[in-house]
Nanobody, 128 residues
């Protein structure tokens, strides 16, 4: 299974970005895909997760109401739509996958240890 993220960029506060995670090598309907982020000097933190066959969608409290994760119709790409971005959202964003279910519904306490496959990351910088 291979995951490739894209879409990171420099954006002003209040702006929007859409990250993509293209998945290859397996039937993605069988995998949960999560987004994590890591800022310099900080621990990796969970952002969102969508379960296999859309079996549940979960968000960290810090992004609820601003970020949405969804998939395309052919199931090969997962997206993270990020609106009203703030400087504290600045980080490298990673997508990760595991079979079927999100490792935890509580993204606030999930640092990603339960995920088997990872992308290389894409940088998001929010600055004026």
């Amino acid at each position: 299974l291979q995951l490739v993220e894209s879409g990171g960029d420099l954006v002003q506060p209040g702006g929007s970005l859409r990250l993509s995670c293209v998945v290859s090598g397996a039937t993605m309907d069988y995998y949960a895909v999560a987004w994590f982020r890591q800022a310099p000097g900080k621990a990796r933190e969970g952002v969102s997760c969508i379960g296999g066959s859309d079996n549940g969608t979960y968000y960290a409290n810090s992004v609820k109401g601003r970020f949405i994760t969804f998939r395309d119709k052919d199931l090969h790409t997962r997206y993270l739509q990020m609106d009203n971005l703030q400087p504290e959202d600045t980080a490298t964003y990673y997508c990760a996958a595991r079979p079927w279910y999100c490792y935890s519904s509580n993204l606030d306490s999930d640092s990603g240890g339960g995920y088997d496959f990872w992308g290389q990351g894409t940088q998001v910088t929010v600055s004026s």
